[in-house]
């Protein structure tokens, strides 16, 4: 049965998936049945592109291959359909684990359950499935708002127009937009308008959502962008209205471009806060290994973030993310959902 998993395995439908080579060892003194080997994940995301996700599944498969473990990535693309289409063909095919990786709740609690039904552990990164037996992988949203939005008020002071870009429905954006609501009352801003997308070109769309917002309320001082993909997009808009001198922009998330895009000259992008997407990986396959094992995780298991400014980045000459791991310690790992018996990642 493994064997027949593993082929057809590389045969899911997705927008894009890769597989990795099928491992057979075990590891030694590893409890069942990492010690026997043969065991296959799936990753299920519904973003289909992206630095964060690039990194995230670079991660993934560090930990994977450090684990012995058969891995699927697959993408749905932003499409609720094909994610739940791609998380019911990983349940026939009889996987041993499944990590859901963002998502609309309401789409995906069903077919969650489906999977516990049948035998098989999940674990889910940022979409809350409401499951006491599917431990939720967490950056932690609400300090990741909170340190980005206590530096705009320390930069502009209380009382400041501003805008954020957000689209309902996803939990990290839910979570990090309700700590900006509260930033804005406890601060007297205004919030002049929100806008945003979730599509396949999330930044050219959001840039000329942006400059429509711009145009019409030009008293905006700071935008706040819970995602990275939606900063990217806010600085093209800004770049082009060549407004970087009156309007900065405070976000979430970090990759190696996103460091580039703030060591430009005069970038209006002023700081970020973010956890390692490769170490959000890492910690997802570790989870769910755990659950597999009959080690369960904890409900929650929650990854600390980490503020970077442009001064950080100027002062330490920091141009990539390793570079960043070096200056930030804290950055580089996490000692959430580890064991003695699983082996460490290396890159």
Known sequence: MKHLTRSLLGGLIAASLTATPAFSAGIDGAPAPFDKGDVDIAVVSFLGGGDWLQAFEAGVKRQADALHVNLTV???????????SLIEQAINLGVDGIIINNGRPEVLKDVAQKALDAGIKVVAYDVNLDNPKIPQIEQSDKDMARLVLEQAVKDKGDGFVGGAVYVAGFAPLDRRYAVWKDFAAKHNLTEKATWGVVNDTVPASVADQTKAVLTANPDISVIFTPWDEFAKGVK????????ANKVKIYGVDISTSDIQLMNEPDSAWQATAATNAAV????SVRAVSLAIAGQFPGQSVLLQPTLVTRDDLAKGEIKTIEDLQEKFPAFRKSDAATAEWIPTATN
């Open 74 to 84: 697959s993408q749905a693309r932003n499409d609720n359909d094909t994610q739940r």
């Open 280 to 283: 959000v990986g890492e910690v």
């Open 236 to 243: 093209l808009a800004i770049d082009e209205l060549g407004v």
